[in-house]
């Protein structure tokens, strides 16, 4: 195993600051990069994740310290403790973190594809496609659950075929697939609040819950599904991610490197574009997470690239800490964790697009 490049600057870094990063390759051609400080800073947000679940398993009309939940996950609770623990509040904790992973690989993915920060699945209509399709269902077919779920990820998944397929022109490039995101974004509100006014109160007031975005009352009947489908495509996510460095130089200079940018792009674009699909289909859409969490990782790590192990951890961070707020910073008014991520995200986009602007880019 060799190892090169001791330092290297960073593109975003001031010209006098170097960040170390190491080119490691192995004999049989492998080849990764070692950045300390970007490897810490996952690490760190793993912990802060499984702290932060531990701390809301805890949290609610039967408060249990730290110590309690650990033991009791470790099996040595009561009977109460172990039932409140394993059967009501482990799913929720594991749909949070699992949803929120999923959001920030998608939001990382489109956001390098695009080469834009607002390149975001809730931004450029995913979120919206998948709105839609649990409308549909609802308003016009009076399904349940079950139905409403895959009504989600079939609107989500035509809403990402009809984005890529308007976007292309002898490939798909960033500022197009924004513009046409965008603009099915507002289509399919339109379609959203049309279809809300066409529904009876009952349902009118079912779809208004759905669409704030909701851990509350998630099981493992929403769990395992969910982690099914990110054990199988985050990895491949992951594994993609040289690719997706490359492609971020432009399609000719990743060409030149070797990588298959269009057969790329597509497994990159239908993994991200499944994702955001079983994210919505398990707890609704929940807003910003998919916009802020590649960012916050990018910062925290300051490493160039899209950051797709750090923006995992990031979004599942963020999640779970945010359905902590929204149950306990309002006493005994306990919110909808897409109320406070939208709060919050909202915030951050208004942030965003300032910076955006007096660095010129927008």
């Not at 009501?88 to 993915?109: E, F, Q």
């Not at 924004?178 to 974004?185: D, E, F, Q």
């Not at 432009?250 to 239908?270: F, I, K, N």
Request: hydrophobic letters at 50%; glycine letters at 12%.
């Amino acid at each position: 195993m060799t190892v090169t490049s001791p330092s290297r600057t960073s593109p975003t870094s001031r010209p006098s600051r170097t960040r170390a990063s190491r080119a490691i390759r192995t004999r049989g051609g492998f080849s990764f990069r070692f950045e300390p400080r970007a490897i810490l800073a996952t690490l760190l947000l793993i912990t802060a994740a499984l702290g932060m679940g531990v701390v809301l398993i805890g949290s609610g009309d039967f408060p249990m310290s730290p110590g309690d939940v650990v033991r009791t996950l470790l099996g040595n609770g009561t009977s109460s403790q172990e039932f409140i623990v394993t059967e009501l509040r482990v799913p929720r904790v594991v749909v949070a973190l699992l949803v929120g992973a999923a959001l920030g690989a998608s939001g990382a993915v489109f956001q390098s594809i695009s080469r834009n920060p607002l390149g975001s699945p809730d931004v450029i209509g995913f979120g919206q496609g998948a709105t839609a399709g649990a409308l549909v269902v609802i308003v016009l077919f009076k399904g349940n659950a079950f139905a409403v779920t895959g009504g989600a990820l079939v609107g989500c998944l035509l809403t990402g075929a009809a984005v890529y397929f308007l976007a292309w022109k002898r490939g798909v490039h960033g500022f197009r697939l924004v513009l046409v995101g965008i603009g099915a974004a507002a289509m399919l509100t339109a379609l959203n609040h049309y279809l809300i006014t066409k529904a009876s109160i009952v349902d009118a007031t079912r779809a208004t819950v759905w669409m704030t975005g909701s851990l509350d009352g998630r099981g493992w009947e929403q769990a395992w599904p969910l982690l099914g489908v990110c054990v199988v495509l985050i990895p491949l996510v992951l594994g993609h991610g040289r690719s997706l460095r490359m492609m971020e130089m432009g399609d000719d200079a990743a060409y030149a490197l070797g990588v298959s940018v269009e057969r790329a792009r597509l497994v990159l674009m239908l993994s991200a574009v499944l994702l955001i699909a079983v994210a919505t289909a398990a707890a609704g859409p929940i807003a910003f997470v998919a916009l802020s969490a590649p960012q916050l990782a990018r910062r925290l790590t300051r490493s160039p690239g899209a950051n797709l192990g750090a923006s995992v951890c990031m979004g599942a961070t963020l999640l779970v800490i945010a359905d902590w707020v929204a149950q306990q910073a309002f006493g005994d008014t306990q919110l909808p964790v897409g109320v406070v991520t939208g709060v919050l995200g909202g915030c951050y986009l208004l942030w965003l697009l300032v910076t955006e602007r007096k660095a010129g880019r927008i």
